[in-house]
């Protein structure tokens, strides 16, 4: 197993990561900034008003984007026990 190897295969996880992270985060991110600016207009500041918006959005992105993310992560799963053999022979 050589060090190019390693780097390729940590890559391929940190980029299965982000495309796994990405929709959860952004979403979470935009519903943070509309709730912000609401708090911010009405001067309303209660943490439930922030919380509970980001946890329904991201329960909704988890079921609409479920099996896409299950579908990306089962393909480099299998991608990397596949090439078991090509990298310790």
Known sequence: MTPE???????????????????LLLSAL????????????TQINEMTLTFVPKLIIVALVIVIMG?????????FTTG????IPDVIG
């Not at 190897?5 to 929709?23: C, R």
């Not at 990397?80 to 090439?83: A, D, M, N």
């Open 5 to 23: 190897t390693v780097i390729d295969i940590g890559m391929q996880a940190l980029k299965v990561t982000v495309l796994l992270a990405a929709p």
């Open 30 to 41: 935009v519903v943070g900034l509309l709730v912000g600016m609401f708090q911010a207009a």
């Open 80 to 83: 990397l026990i596949k090439s």
């Open 67 to 75: 099996p896409s993310m299950l579908s990306t992560m089962l393909g």
